[in-house]
């Protein structure tokens, strides 16, 4: 605003033979101002972003499954069937927010935790939590590996 006003006073002041040069001088260093703080800023957002760009690039070469909780093989044994009359009655909760329910339930989260932050209702939680820690335990195909009970 200081510059705005610096800048039509020297407008003003000036002689009218000079005040068109004076303008183009001004609008000129105006817009060089401007490309330079845009640059400047842009630099900067650009500095930060590397290090985590790495950081995941190095964690996914490494085979860390935690890098990413959203990968193809996420949906692996997402119990849809059961899920499929949840998803026809009133208030259902959308497809989305039981897919990312199903990646909580199987990264460890417990059922009161998960309705809580994605406002499912808890039977419909716990169900997800029990089909994933279900999907988790390996069933021998072998009836003689099965463990007596």
């Given at each position: 605003?200081?510059?705005?006003?610096?800048?039509?006073?020297?407008?003003?002041?000036?002689?009218?033979?000079?005040?068109?040069?004076?303008?183009?001088?001004?609008?000129?260093?105006?817009?060089v101002?401007?490309?330079?703080?845009?640059?400047?800023?842009?630099?900067?957002?650009?500095?930060?972003?590397?290090?985590?760009d790495?950081?995941?690039?190095?964690?996914?070469?490494?085979?860390?499954?935690?890098?990413?909780w959203?990968?193809?093989?996420?949906?692996?044994?997402?119990?849809?069937?059961?899920?499929?009359?949840?998803?026809?009655?009133?208030?259902?909760?959308?497809?989305?927010?039981?897919?990312?329910?199903?990646?909580?339930?199987?990264?460890?989260?417990?059922?009161?935790?998960?309705a809580?932050?994605?406002?499912?209702?808890?039977?419909?939680?716990?169900?997800?939590?029990?089909?994933?820690?279900?999907?988790?335990?390996?069933?021998?195909?072998?009836?003689?590996?099965?463990?007596?009970?």
């Amino acid at each position: 605003m200081l510059l705005l006003a610096l800048q039509v006073t020297a407008l003003g002041v000036a002689p009218a033979p000079l005040r068109l040069f004076l303008s183009g001088v001004l609008i000129g260093a105006s817009v060089v101002g401007l490309l330079l703080a845009l640059l400047l800023a842009h630099s900067r957002q650009r500095a930060g972003r590397p290090t985590a760009d790495r950081a995941a690039a190095v964690a996914v070469a490494a085979g860390d499954d935690d890098a990413q909780w959203f990968s193809a093989r996420s949906l692996e044994g997402f119990p849809m069937e059961q899920v499929r009359p949840l998803l026809l009655g009133p208030d259902a909760p959308g497809l989305n927010r039981l897919y990312t329910a199903w990646v909580f339930a199987t990264h460890g989260h417990d059922p009161q935790w998960i309705a809580h932050h994605l406002g499912l209702p808890t039977p419909t939680a716990r169900l997800l939590v029990t089909a994933a820690r279900q999907h988790a335990t390996p069933t021998p195909s072998d009836p003689s590996e099965r463990k007596p009970q």
